[in-house]
Structures are given as structure tokens and as C-alpha cells.
């Protein structure tokens, strides 16, 4: 009986032990699904819907901020070397910040001194070109074909295959990595 008793006595001390486990924090992940989205209310973005889109510049003007506005829909130029994407070379796809529409794949990405991204082939559902006499040079605009925005110009000074040399604003593009597109699909 006493050993019987020795033994219970055993065992609530093994299991007041267990109990007295410190508690380790379960709370951590609660902040880590906070910047999912990266579009804010956007309508018109869509990453497979490649209608064209027909939305004036004052409703734009309500949907994105004063920076891509300016450069997407007033063809302002970010200052060189700022951008985002200039110094960058992560594997994905580029698509237009406005609208969603698929621009560039980083295959075709290069590193180029100009101080802007600069890619030598587009995605040829992706992009339109308009001639641009502005400034008192004559140029290619380089626009969405989705939406009309202003992605930057097109050169004849580009490196092989193609010659070409696409001069972005990193302002009007949005990065998505391979990782992320994989989880997409
Ligand atoms: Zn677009």
C-alpha cells in the first residue's frame, strides 16, 4: 500500500511538472497577413481580364495616389535612379500598375546606366506605341494597351536579340515574383 502510494505521489509530481511547462507565446502570427493586398480600391486592376478599358483620368484621380497618377496619367518622368525597380533583378512578371495588364517578364529585363528600368522586348498584347514630339525631341511613347497609362519610351539603342531598349518608370509597373505567380495559379 505505501508503495502504492509512493508511486501516486510519483506520478502527480511528474505531472505538476508537465504543467508547470512555461507557456510559449501562440500569438505571433497575427500580424503577418496584414499587407496581402497590395492594390487598394481598384476596381479596373485585373491581371487576366485584358478588355480595354475606357475610364476617364478624373476617376483615375479618385483611385490612385498623386505619384502614379502623375506619372501613369499625365506622362511625368520619375527622376533617374530612384525608381524602384532600376537596380532590381528578381525573377516575375511586370505588369501595369493601373490596370493589371501584363507588360514585361524579367527574362528581358538588362541592366542599363539611364537610371530607369529598361527592358529590350514587351509583352506585345501588353504595350502601344504613340509618337511623342514633346520637349522638342521626337520620341516613342511607350502606353498600356489596356489602359492608355504612360509606362515611359522606346529606343533603337537596346542590347541583342531585338535592339530595342524599353525605358520604364518603376512608378507605373508592379512587380509580382515567379514564387507568388506559382501560388496564383
Ligand atoms: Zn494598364
Request: charged share 25%; hydrophobic share 30%.
Given at each position: 500500500m505505501k508503495y502504492l502510494l509512493f508511486?501516486?505521489?510519483?506520478?502527480?509530481?511528474?505531472?505538476?511538472?508537465?504543467?508547470?511547462?512555461?507557456?510559449?507565446?501562440?500569438q505571433k502570427n497575427a500580424t503577418t497577413m496584414e499587407n496581402s493586398t497590395t492594390q487598394k480600391e481598384n476596381p479596373y486592376y485585373s491581371r487576366t481580364d485584358r478588355t480595354k478599358l475606357n475610364v476617364p483620368n478624373s476617376e483615375w484621380k479618385k483611385i490612385l495616389s498623386p505619384e502614379?497618377?502623375?506619372?501613369?496619367?499625365?506622362?511625368?518622368?520619375?527622376?533617374?535612379?530612384?525608381?524602384?525597380?532600376?537596380?532590381?533583378?528578381?525573377?516575375?512578371?511586370?505588369?501595369?500598375?493601373?490596370c493589371?495588364?501584363?507588360?514585361?517578364?524579367?527574362?528581358?529585363?538588362f541592366s542599363?546606366?539611364?537610371?530607369?528600368?529598361?527592358?529590350?522586348?514587351?509583352d506585345k498584347e501588353g504595350v502601344a506605341y504613340k509618337?511623342?514630339?514633346?520637349?522638342?525631341m521626337e520620341r516613342t511613347e511607350v502606353?498600356?494597351?489596356?489602359?492608355?497609362?504612360?509606362?515611359?519610351?522606346?529606343?533603337?539603342?537596346g542590347p541583342p536579340p531585338t535592339g530595342t531598349r524599353y525605358c520604364m518608370n518603376s512608378v507605373s509597373l508592379d512587380f509580382v515574383p515567379d514564387s507568388q505567380v506559382a501560388n496564383n495559379k
Open positions: 508511486l501516486a505521489f510519483c506520478l502527480t509530481l511528474q505531472m505538476c511538472s508537465q504543467v508547470k511547462k512555461p507557456e510559449i507565446s501562440q502614379v497618377y502623375a506619372v501613369a496619367r499625365e506622362a511625368d518622368t520619375e527622376r533617374p535612379g530612384t525608381g524602384k525597380y532600376n537596380q532590381f533583378d528578381e525573377l516575375g512578371e511586370y505588369y501595369c500598375v493601373v493589371g495588364n501584363h507588360l514585361f517578364r524579367s527574362d528581358s529585363k542599363s546606366t539611364c537610371g530607369w528600368p529598361s527592358f529590350f522586348e514587351a509618337r511623342d514630339s514633346s520637349y522638342g502606353l498600356c494597351k489596356r489602359c492608355d497609362s504612360h509606362l515611359g519610351h522606346v529606343f533603337n539603342d
